[in-house]
């Protein structure tokens, strides 16, 4: 066996001050679809419309208002990054290990 591309794509579902955001961290040591026009961080906010992508993106014509909301948006994405990265191996991961550990000793028992 030889193994092609390995991707991870992990996802978390957090609220914060009343808000929820989506965030997700895509990597692959080869290409994927996954990975096309994006970076390895998405970060979506749950609105009255449904999900929609935090904007922290905007155009040199944006106004003084559009701007604060962008660099307010653009810090808030960052925070959440950093907690994701921090909460990166909770209890959750170390149990899927301990999971998967004890799946492929169950493999050698067949």
Do not use: P
Not at 59 to 68: L, Q, R, T, W, Y
Not at 70 to 86: G, V, Y
Not at 89 to 101: A, E, H, P, S
Request: aromatic residues 10%.
């Amino acid at each position: 066996m030889k193994l092609e591309t390995n991707q991870i794509s992990r996802d978390w579902t957090v609220l914060h001050e009343g808000r929820t955001f989506y965030v997700n961290y895509t990597q692959s040591d080869g290409q994927t679809l996954a990975l096309c026009n994006r970076d390895n961080w998405e970060v979506w906010e749950e609105t009255e419309d449904g999900t929609e992508e935090l904007d922290v993106y905007g155009f040199a014509s944006d106004g003084s208002e559009e701007k604060k909301e962008r660099d307010e948006n653009f810090e808030l994405m960052k925070k959440l990054i950093r907690f994701c990265i921090e909460h990166w191996d909770n209890g959750f991961m170390r149990k899927i290990r301990k999971d998967l550990q004890e799946q492929k000793e169950a493999l050698d028992d067949l």
